[in-house]
């Protein structure tokens, strides 16, 4: 499956910003699709992901109430929505895939979307 990434920006504290992802490719539609970070100098963490099967959510404790995923399911798209930003939440964004389930490593990655969040 190949994924394309949108969205990202610069944003103040508290400000909010959507990215999006777009999956493509045979059986596209059966995919759990997740978003990723990485900051400079750190490693990449998980910041939510959605199973393909049943719907559910997973979010990092980091972003829970502050982050949200839904699914265009006739696009394949998968959005996050971000709000509340805070400046730790600034890196490298990228959506990835994995059949069906969220769970266990991801097969396929997209490119990353820059966010920013400053003063």
């Known amino acids: 499956v190949q994924l394309q990434a949108s969205g990202g920006g610069s944003v103040q504290p508290g400000g909010s910003v959507r990215l999006s992802c777009a999956a493509s490719?045979?059986?596209?539609?059966?995919?759990?699709i997740g978003w990723y970070r990485q900051a400079p100098g750190k490693e990449r963490e998980a910041v939510g992901c959605m199973n393909r099967s049943d719907g559910k959510t997973y979010y990092a404790d980091a972003v829970k109430g502050r982050f949200t995923l839904s699914r265009d399911s006739a696009k394949n798209t998968l959005s996050l929505q971000m709000d509340n930003l805070k400046p730790e939440d600034t890196a490298v964004y990228y959506c990835?895939?994995?059949?069906?389930?969220?769970?266990?490593?991801?097969?396929?990655w997209g490119e990353g979307t820059q966010v920013t969040v400053s003063s």
């Open positions: 990835a895939a994995r059949y069906y389930w969220c769970a266990g490593e991801m097969d396929s």
């Open positions: 490719g045979y059986r596209a539609e059966d995919y759990a």
